[in-house]
């Protein structure tokens, strides 16, 4: 089947700087892209979407950019806070199914 | 607006036996779709409810099973109960005209 950057690497960073947690996906089909937030003992949380007819869409303090040639989805997250520190998802979906195909997730650890 | 709620939050069950966990979507919500997540295999797609159809069924065996209600709650049934049945279930749910998908805590079941 289709898969979504399955690896979980961990990526830690300062308090304050900018994180950037990348993403591969394989079905070129798919045309709405999620990234979801999951803290330990949590449900994913959304954080940020987008559809493929746009490259970049920013929202508080996070910017998710698509690139269709590559097939590559990166979010941003901004000031990067402890409270950021989670296991975060991207997730793909195609017009083939109502159905989301996730990635293996990134830990991203913010050191105080 | 209360998010998606599920129960049990906590399960353990015996080799053999059945499961049911319930799924209370987001109000307004239609539609329901069911994860397992596991370290293994991560977040993987069982089915999903539109209107009390199953419209998306993922690559899980027969023992998997689901149904939803005219109020839009969903329940997934688990027969014969395996140690790799082991996993936390998703819920998630959206809006008809949306493809954004929220999801509850999950139900964490334990097979002994």
């Known amino acids: 089947g289709e898969s979504v950057g399955l690896h979980l690497p961990t990526l830690s960073v300062q308090e304050g700087d900018n994180s950037i947690i990348n993403c591969a996906y394989s079905?070129?089909?798919?045309?709405?892209f999620i990234w979801y937030k999951q803290e330990s003992g949590k449900g994913p949380q959304f954080i940020i979407d987008i559809r493929s007819n746009m490259d970049k869409r920013q929202g508080q303090r996070v910017t998710v950019l698509l690139n269709k040639t590559v097939k590559h989805l990166s979010l941003q997250i901004a000031a990067t806070q402890p409270g950021d520190s989670a296991v975060y998802f991207c997730?793909?979906?195609?017009?083939?199914?109502?159905?989301?195909?996730f990635g293996g997730g990134t830990r991203l650890m913010v050191k105080p | 607006k209360a998010g998606v709620t599920q129960t049990p939050r906590y399960l353990i069950k015996t080799r053999g036996q059945q499961v049911t966990l319930s799924c209370s979507p987001i109000s307004g919500h239609r539609s329901v779709s069911w994860y397992q997540q596991t370290p293994g295999q991560g977040l993987q797609f069982l089915f999903e409810?539109?209107?009390?159809?199953?419209?998306n069924k993922g690559n899980f065996p027969g023992r998997f099973s689901g149904r939803q209600f005219s109020n839009s709650r969903s329940e997934m049934n688990v027969s014969t109960l395996e140690l790799g049945d082991s996993a936390l279930y998703l819920c998630?749910?959206?809006?008809?005209?949306?493809?954004?998908?929220?999801f509850g805590p999950g139900t964490r079941l334990t097979v002994l």
């Open positions: 409810y539109f209107s009390e159809t199953q419209r």
């Open positions: 997730a793909e979906m195609s017009r083939a199914g109502n159905m989301l195909t």
């Open positions: 998630a749910s959206s809006l008809p005209s949306s493809d954004t998908q929220y």
């Open positions: 079905n070129s089909a798919s045309d709405y």
